[in-house]
């Protein structure tokens, strides 16, 4: 944990509550929150955090996704390939965050690459299985319609059974997505960088609102990223409605 606590005393040593101001009475007793000072405090603490805590999410979520999924299409195709990935991803999982940062700050130092290593490690497992599900779960009779029509294997994999996966893969990326914004919180343990910067330096103060605040925006993200992930599946298969209408 040296390396850590080191990023942890670096970030405790900088002011905890920026420049107040003209104090108002809610921060001058530390009311539950201070509406007017977290907006002050927007444009240079709390606006730029949540641009950088969306992009650590995004880099993460899109990385996972494009390892995870060509995994499981290989795995998809050749059945041997399938445990031993599943393997290592199961293994990854179960690293708790805090130690596997601990583990790569040695090999990648304290950097945004040692926390997209990580992110991008907790991604993997439900990825993977859900691609690989959503895959193994298309209807045989389909499958064989496919192949009466005379598309090849590879035509069957583009035109049928991913589209026919689509809501599983959604299913998986809207899991991922949360779990993301949630462990990048943590990132603040070895980057200045993201919601959970200003949530570690807040830790350090009896002042609410720098808390409060950057705690409730990185729920509202995770809800919104959630809730866009659900349109973006609901307007990718619009049959799977016409299915449910019936």
Known sequence: MTYLLASGVLAAAKPVIPDYGTATPCVTHNGMFCTSWFLHQWPDVFGPALVQHIMLTVIAVVIGFILAFAAAIYAYRHNWAGPPFAGIAAFLYTIPPLALFELLVPLTGLSTLTVEIALVAYTLL???????????????????????????????????????????????????????????????????????????KALQSPFNTQFIGAGALAVLLALAADGLLLLLGRALTPWARSRKAF
């Open 126 to 200: 439900v990825l993977y299985r859900n691609v690989l599900t959503g895959l193994q779960e298309v209807p045989p009779d389909i499958k064989r319609a496919a192949i009466g029509m005379g598309l090849t294997r590879t035509q069957i994999l583009w035109r049928v059974e991913l589209p026919m996966a689509v809501p599983a893969i959604v299913g998986g990326l809207r899991i991922v997505t949360v779990l993301t914004i949630s462990l990048a919180t943590i990132a603040a343990f070895v980057v200045d960088a993201g919601l959970g910067a200003p949530i570690l």
